[in-house]
């Protein structure tokens, strides 16, 4: 099975103090530290296991800047075949439909079974370029994968539907599946896996490889503001040393039926 | 402004899901005096929901085929082309659940439509759209403007994020029966439904609970909030990661692909408040955020918070209950 896996380069902001640019269109990343979005780690081992037992190639691909390179080198440590960087200063301004229509020229251009995608991306995504990718191929999808078997030239995706139940459907192939959290373990690479890797030469394609004309990107949905979210009432946040803070919340939990 | 709106409603088993009602607020409000506002309902059997559904929407277009038994994204988006193809609406709705993850992207690619996902406002601006959304983690929000392409525009909402609207008392829209179109189903079959595994303890039921998340960085450390818990006489829950990375069973998750939790008291550990784990906790409780980034978006919705080092706080907290229960 030949699988192509999407996978992009986001900023980890989970225990970050995130500060907004005087633009008020970028947060202040500098500081932050980057790696391969939470689930598309998820997508990268389930086109490995695929492709461990049943044969076949892992391509990864990231539509981004120079340093987004760094994830497919990740990719390939981890074990995918090939790595192919989308990179053209045309898709700077791209929006997800447009990012999608260029992940779509490059995979539409090779054979590929299986096209994987991490749910959603941690930064500013919003889980919605999978489905819109499979639609610009027009093959089939599924959204938010917890399982995969391959069987008879065909894909039982198990995903996430509404309420903790899950269902079970079966894919034809050439299809998009778009992968949960959970749904493996990834492997671990070790600073001499990345380092193994590091003279492997990446392709470049921009939009005159993928015959991507200039207005084809032009983007609908565009950034105008980012701002720090109300904090509505918020929490009564306890001050004072931990002894103190403690023996305030003990009276709280008490007040409130909690002792 | 008078425009034409069309939501594609979900169901909650043979139910109406809540946010059928939601994006029927959203949807009269940009709609607009003069303007109609259409839902879609797909599924098996599904006469009674239509005339539900009519009892606050101008029009219902009714899919109703044992094919659409079960939601299927791809089944649906194919069935629902066509009927945007004819009526023509300026701006299509449906909800940013689980379920239309599934299903939304691929209609607005297929209809040739711009899409702003998982909106927590929406308003008409400068002859389109401008949409509040939370991103890093809602950490930040941010407006995005959309232009609608000759076809409109589509807009998911995020569950509860919008005000229901009140169905009236009579069924007075009109109720359009429609045919499936030839390739709804291909490339896709149903198999089975999966129910979650009932787990040794029902946290469903506990009315003080101790939720752990990513924060607790290990699996040996999960001792701390266990002990804490069996010192309040508490059930331990915890978030997706701890599931995750197998620390956990997902019987004791909360969240929108977890459980949904109702205790009088809710204290999170190391839990930043994403609004995937936050949907999952109802009724209220008297909640308590225990984190050391002061920045958490926990903190907005906390009754209490503790801006600090857990292993720090959680076992002088266990201390301190230990010797008030003396
Ligand atoms: C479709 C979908 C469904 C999902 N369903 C669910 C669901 O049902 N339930 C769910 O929980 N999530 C769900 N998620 C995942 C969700 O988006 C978040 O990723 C997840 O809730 C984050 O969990 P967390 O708060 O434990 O981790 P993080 O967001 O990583 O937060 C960890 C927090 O711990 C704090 N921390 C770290 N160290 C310490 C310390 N020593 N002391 C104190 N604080 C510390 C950090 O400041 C941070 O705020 C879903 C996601 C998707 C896309
Ligand atoms: N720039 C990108 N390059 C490659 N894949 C991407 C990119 N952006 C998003 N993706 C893929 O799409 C998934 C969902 O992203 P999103 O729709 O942005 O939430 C991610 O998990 C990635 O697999």
Redesign the interface.
């Known amino acids: 099975m030949d699988i192509v896996v999407c996978i992009k380069r986001v900023p980890d902001?989970?225990?970050a103090?995130?500060e907004?640019e005087s633009s008020g269109l970028r947060?202040d990343d500098s500081d932050l530290s980057w790696g391969m979005n939470e689930w598309d780690t998820f997508a990268v081992e389930e086109a490995l296991r695929l492709k461990e037992a049943h044969g076949g190639s892992v391509t990864a691909l990231t539509v981004g800047g120079e340093d987004d390179e760094e994830v497919l080198r990740r990719a390939l440590a981890m074990g995918a075949d090939q790595a192919l960087h989308l990179q053209d200063d045309a898709f700077a301004g791209a929006?997800?439909?447009g990012v999608?229509k260029i992940l779509a020229a490059a995979i539409g251009k090779r054979p590929y079974d299986l096209v994987l995608t991490g749910?959603?991306s941690?930064?500013?995504g919003?889980?919605?370029?999978?489905?819109?990718l499979?639609?610009?191929l027009d093959?089939?999808?599924?959204?938010?994968a917890t399982r995969t078997a391959f069987a008879d030239g065909k894909l039982?995706v198990?995903?996430?539907?509404?309420?903790?139940?899950?269902?079970?459907?079966?894919?034809?192939l050439p299809?998009v599946v778009?992968v949960?959290?959970?749904i493996n373990?990834p492997r671990y690479v070790s600073i001499r896996g990345i380092r193994k890797v590091a003279s492997v030469e990446i392709p470049v394609e921009g939009a005159a490889e993928l015959g991507l004309a200039a207005g084809a990107l032009a983007a609908?949905?565009?950034?105008?503001?980012?701002?720090?979210?109300?904090?509505?009432d918020?929490?009564?946040?306890?001050e004072g040393n931990?002894?103190e803070?403690?023996?305030k919340?003990?009276e709280?939990?008490?007040e409130?039926?909690?002792? | 402004m008078a425009i034409k709106v069309l939501c594609i409603v979900?169901r909650?088993g043979s139910a109406l899901?809540d946010t059928a009602w939601e994006l029927l607020g959203a949807a009269r409000a940009l709609a607009g005096d003069g303007g109609s506002v259409g839902a879609a309902l797909l599924g098996d059997g599904v006469g009674d929901l239509a005339a539900d559904l009519a009892r606050g929407y101008d029009d219902v277009w009714v899919f109703d085929d044992a094919r659409l038994a079960?939601?299927?994204?791809?089944a649906n988006?194919r069935a629902v082309a066509p009927l945007v193809a004819r009526e023509k609406p300026a701006l299509i709705l449906s909800a940013?659940?689980?379920?239309g993850?599934?299903?939304?992207?691929?209609?607005?690619?297929?209809v040739g439509v711009?899409?702003?996902?998982?909106c927590l406002a929406l308003e008409h601006a400068d002859g389109g759209y401008?949409a509040v959304?939370?991103?890093?983690?809602?950490?930040?929000?941010?407006?995005?403007?959309?232009?609608?392409?000759e076809h409109g525009a589509m807009a998911t909402l995020r569950a509860g994020a919008f005000a229901a609207a009140e169905p009236g008392a009579d069924a007075s829209g009109e109720i359009h029966a429609e045919t499936l179109a030839a390739d709804v189903g291909?490339?896709?079959?149903?198999?089975?439904?999966?129910?979650?595994d009932a787990g040794e303890v029902d946290i469903t039921q506990a009315s003080?609970l101790v939720g752990v998340g990513?924060g607790i960085e290990d699996e040996e450390n999960l001792e701390v909030v266990q002990s804490l818990a069996e010192a309040?006489g508490a059930e331990v829950a915890c978030s997706?990661?701890v599931?995750?990375?197998?620390w956990l069973p997902?019987s004791r998750q909360v969240g929108?692909?977890?459980?949904?939790v109702k205790p009088?008291?809710y204290?999170a550990v190391g839990i930043?408040g994403s609004f995937q784990h936050m949907g999952g906790i109802k009724g209220s409780p008297?909640?308590?955020?225990i984190n050391?980034?002061?920045?958490a978006?926990i903190?907005?919705?906390?009754?209490?918070?503790?801006?600090?080092d857990l292993f720090?706080?959680v076992p002088?907290?266990e201390e301190?209950?230990r010797e008030?229960?003396g």
Request: glycine letters at 10%.
């Open positions: 902001v989970a225990e103090d995130v907004i947060i929006d997800p439909l999608a749910a959603v941690g930064d500013t919003s889980a919605q370029l999978g489905g819109m499979a639609a610009l093959v089939p999808q599924v959204a938010l039982e198990q995903h996430e539907v509404e309420g903790g139940l899950e269902r079970v459907v079966e894919l034809d299809a778009t949960q959290t959970g373990q609908q949905v565009t950034l105008k503001e980012l701002f720090l979210p109300p904090t509505g918020g929490a009564e946040i306890l931990t002894d803070v403690v023996e919340l003990v709280r939990l008490r409130r039926g909690g002792i | 979900e909650a899901d079960a939601w299927d994204g791809e988006a940013h659940t689980n379920l993850i599934d299903f939304a992207p691929g209609l607005s690619v297929r711009p899409l702003l996902p998982d401008v959304r939370a991103i890093y983690g809602g950490k930040v929000h941010a407006r995005f403007a959309c232009a609608p392409s291909q490339g896709r079959r149903p198999v089975r439904t999966v129910e979650p003080i990513r309040l997706r990661p599931v995750d990375k197998g997902k929108t692909s977890g459980l949904t009088k008291v204290i930043s008297f909640l308590v955020a050391k980034d002061a920045r978006p903190f907005g919705v906390a009754d209490v918070g503790v801006v600090d720090d706080v002088a907290l301190k209950i008030a229960k």
